[in-house]
């Protein structure tokens, strides 16, 4: 199931875009839109250490939150307050930067069980976050959704392959040396945690129920019906040298269309805070 530079061979990797790093509000956001424009889709990451200054002296801050705002003030622990300030930070620049608007100009608001979303937008969005890493997933042709775990955690195989591997999944690591075991697990239960938040189904999803393997079976498109062959993709990558970054990307259409949106935008508006910090 291994696959060179920390890529699964599930589905078209060709529609997927290594992730990139963004080290605060100034991006850079340039990788993220030609990926977008390319290959529909585009993931960033960071950490939550790079965004601290904004969320502690930005002025803007309230604006940029948004509906965010009263559950940030709700939060009494200040590392967790802080920490939720930067994940919401990163997602609207990030989508901001993909829409070419302002990140204080989007709605973001939850779907029943958290999936975020843009109220009045075009564009999928999906947030994780493991210890200092945020990662922020954004597709125009279709659901996305990501997951982050450190590559060093251990999983008990024989614990946990039940509930993460459908038989065959199983089958297919029980040879493997008992580290290599274990990461394969790992990278597996993070993919389908990727393929579940896409969906909307978080842990509500019976992960021994289908397969990733050879192209995919049991695989659901998110209205519930069976997903065409091909419509879902699926790659890891290692980020930071310390986690792993699982993506699973559903095109709607058999052969989405890149490019930018149709609809006229803003052009070449600088993704800065509204207030600079300080």
Known sequence: MSHPN????????????PPVHVRGPGGPWQPMRTALAARGSAVVHTTWGEWLPTALTGPAL???????WQRYRRTADPA???????????????????????????DLAYR?????????????????????????????????????????????????????CAPG???ALLP?????????????????????KALGQGLRLDFSGFSLSDGGT?????????????AWAFTTHRVLGSHLLSVAR?????????????????????LVPVCPPG
């Open 169 to 171: 999944e199983r089958r």
């Open 250 to 270: 559903h095109d709607a259409f058999p052969q989405p269309p890149p490019g930018p949106r149709t609809r006229p935008v803003p052009s070449r508006r600088a």
């Open 62 to 68: 309230r604006p940029l939150l948004g509906r965010d």
């Open 6 to 17: 920390g890529r699964t061979p599930m589905g078209d990797v060709t529609r997927a875009s």
């Open 80 to 106: 967790t307050r802080y920490r939720f300030a930067a994940t919401r930070l990163v997602t609207k620049y990030a989508a901001a930067a993909a829409l070419d608007l302002l990140p204080a100009e989007l």
């Open 112 to 164: 029943t069980g958290g999936r975020p979303y843009l109220r009045g937008l075009d564009l999928d969005v999906s947030l994780s976050h493991s210890e200092e890493l945020i990662a922020v997933a954004v597709s125009r042709v279709g659901r996305i959704g990501v997951d982050t775990e450190p590559a060093d955690r251990r999983l008990d195989f024989d614990l946990l392959s039940g509930h993460i």
């Open 176 to 196: 493997l040396p008992p580290r290599a075991r274990e990461r394969e697990l790992l990278r597996l239960w993070t993919l389908k945690e990727a393929y579940s």
């Open 218 to 230: 049991g695989l659901l498109a998110p209205d519930d019906t069976a997903a065409r062959p091909g």
